[in-house]
């Protein structure tokens, strides 16, 4: 359906009203909210190899899936980061269902701002555009030998240790099925 201009600019100087009478800050995610699968979350877990003593970090972790699953099924510690509040807080509720709140914590942050010394692996499920600009500060602050898992998207030419594929896209979606997993070489490897 096509809309003539004048309600097109109508609706977006109406938006710009609304969002300059609120308080909350405006973020600007840079990839579009997706969750992985419940296939997905397991799948990324195992090929990353996550153990009881890791520190899980989920980069753009929406809703928690991740984060929880790698406290309550694999017994890690985790951290979520999303620059959406709500994003945030529907995972902490997720967290407190889960009982693994002792396990996680979850912070409202800019992924490019997060401190990821901590890591031992990192969990994405973000754009090639952004894994790209990623990349620099992931082989900067991770310590050789953490593990990096990408769902869908590649990093150029840092190509993975290991893919796999999992489940099928017969179910109708294209997410969750090509799984990437890169090993943090030794910093003169780089």
Known sequence: MRFPR???????????????QTDQPVFHPEVPYVPTTPEGVHAMLKLADVKKTDVVYDLGCGDGRIVVAAAKDFGAHAVGIDIDPQRIKEARENARKAGVENLVRFEENDLFKA???DAT???LFLLTSVNLKLRPKLLAELRPGARVVSNTFEMGDWKPDKEITVGSQEDGSY?????????????DAK
């Open 6 to 20: 004048a309600s097109c600019a109508l609706v977006l100087l109406s938006t710009a009203a609304l969002v300059a």
């Open 115 to 117: 401190d990821l010394h």
């Open 121 to 123: 692996v990192v969990t």
């Open 175 to 187: 997410w969750s099925h090509h799984l990437l997993l890169w090993v943090v070489p030794p910093r």
